[in-house]
């Protein structure tokens, strides 16, 4: 008997595009071939889905997107006849590490990772080691500032190497007791959040039950950031790229 989710659930980086990369016709079109909901779940902030996907594209593609793990909800289901409501996505819900962390302990969690930036193996070292998410602190070894050859470079390194494996481990060891989470996140970085603040946490903000949801995503391992959502659904495919994610598509059709 063929499954009919209520809702079908999406990563962006590796799943709908290539790492910051632009959504391409090809996946939009196969988007609007399916009448299911879809929502957006990813761990990047609004402003890195509006300029890979564009805000024309969230407003026709999706109920719901859930950015940082979905500690922010924007609702994307709008009435355009409605004068009163925006005719833009709307921030519905929010969350942020500042409501249970003190600037000095946030200062702490950066100093730390800074140190495990600078203590690292890695060949290339770019700069925008932190960049802050509100509810999410989003740390990469070698930066974000690094180009797409230093970026193919360091996943090369860090398959081979298991770096970010295992700065994880240290780093969960060093806040035993802080009720942190730290997962990695797509190709170069690790997040760092509240514990129960992964992807699954959209949950709480979707009218959807996890039982009539399927999710797509490219980190569907022990310690990727698409894991604990994967593990809640109904059903999951793992997505290897967006090319993959056309062909898996066919199944809801």
């Known amino acids: ?3 009919k989710p209520k809702a079908l659930l999406f990563d962006m980086d590796g799943t709908l595009t290539d790492p910051t990369g632009p959504i391409s016709q090809d996946v939009i079109k196969a988007l609007k071939d ?4 879809k929502h957006l779940i990813t761990g990047s902030d609004y402003h890195k ?3 890979q996907i564009g805000a024309d594209n969230l407003l026709d593609l999706f109920g719901r997107v859930y950015t940082c793990n979905g500690t922010r909800v924007y609702e994307c289901d709008i009435d355009m006849d409605d004068e009163t409501r925006p005719i833009e996505p709307d921030l519905i819900h929010k ?3 500042k409501d249970f ?3 000095a302990d946030l200062n702490h969690i950066v100093n730390v990772l800074l140190e495990t930036a600078f203590k690292t193996h890695t060949k290339v070292k770019t700069g925008n080691f932190i960049e802050w998410r509100e509810s999410q602190i989003n740390f990469s070894v070698i930066g974000r500032n690094c180009t797409s050859a230093q970026r193919e470079d360091y996943v090369r390194w860090d398959n081979k190497s298991g770096e970010r494996k295992k700065i994880v481990d240290n780093l969960r060891e060093q806040f035993t007791g802080w009720g942190l989470s730290f997962r990695l996140g797509g190709q170069i970085s690790i997040d760092v959040t509240r514990s129960g603040w992964d992807k699954s946490y959209s949950f709480s903000n979707m009218k959807e039950s996890s039982d009539d949801c399927v999710f797509f995503g490219d980190k569907i391992c022990q310690d990727g950031n698409d894991f604990d959502i994967a593990m809640k659904c109904v059903k999951y495919h793992h997505v290897e790229s967006p090319a993959d994610l056309i062909l898996q598509l066919q199944e809801y059709k």
């Open 1 to 3: 008997m063929k499954l």
């Open 34 to 37: 399916i009448s299911i909901k």
């Open 49 to 51: 889905v509006e300029e």
């Open 95 to 97: 969350v942020s590490l």
């Open 101 to 103: 962390y003190s600037d």
